[in-house]
Nanobody, 122 residues
C-alpha cells in the first residue's frame, strides 16, 4: 500500500521561504513521477510542479516558475518543494502525488498524500 506523507507546512511570511517534504513508502519510489498540487479554500486543486523519475525533467505552473523548485532524493524516497517568495495569494493545502509521466493533469497521478497546510502572512 502506497503512503505519501507531507511535512514542512506552516506559517511563512510573504517573501520568505519554506521547504515542503513528501516521504513515500510502499512502492518503488524511483519508478514514479512525483508532483505537487495545491488547493486553496473555495478553489479547485491546481498543479504546482512535477519531476520525472530520475529528476532530469521538471515542469512548473507559470505562477510559480522561478520561485519554487521541485527536487527529489530517490535514496530517501522523498520529494521536496522549495518555496521562495511565496505571496499572500498562495496559502493552500499542498499535496504531493505519485504517478506515471511528467504531467500537470491531476488524473495522471494515482496516489495522493493527505496534504500539508501552508499559510502566508503579509
Amino acid at each position: 500500500q502506497v503512503q505519501l506523507v507531507e511535512s514542512g507546512g506552516g506559517l511563512v511570511q510573504a517573501g520568505g521561504s519554506l521547504r515542503l517534504s513528501c516521504a513515500a513508502s510502499g512502492r518503488a519510489f524511483s519508478s514514479y513521477t512525483m508532483g505537487w498540487f495545491r488547493q486553496a479554500p473555495g478553489k479547485e486543486r491546481e498543479f504546482v510542479a512535477t519531476i520525472s523519475r530520475t529528476g532530469d525533467s521538471t515542469l512548473y505552473a507559470d505562477s510559480v516558475k522561478g520561485r519554487f523548485t521541485i527536487s527529489r532524493d530517490n535514496a530517501k524516497n522523498t520529494v521536496y518543494l522549495q518555496m521562495n517568495s511565496p505571496n499572500v495569494e498562495e496559502p493552500a493545502v499542498y499535496y504531493c502525488a505519485m504517478g506515471i509521466g511528467v504531467t500537470d493533469r491531476d488524473y495522471g497521478y494515482d496516489y495522493w498524500g493527505q496534504g500539508t497546510q501552508v499559510t502566508v502572512s503579509s
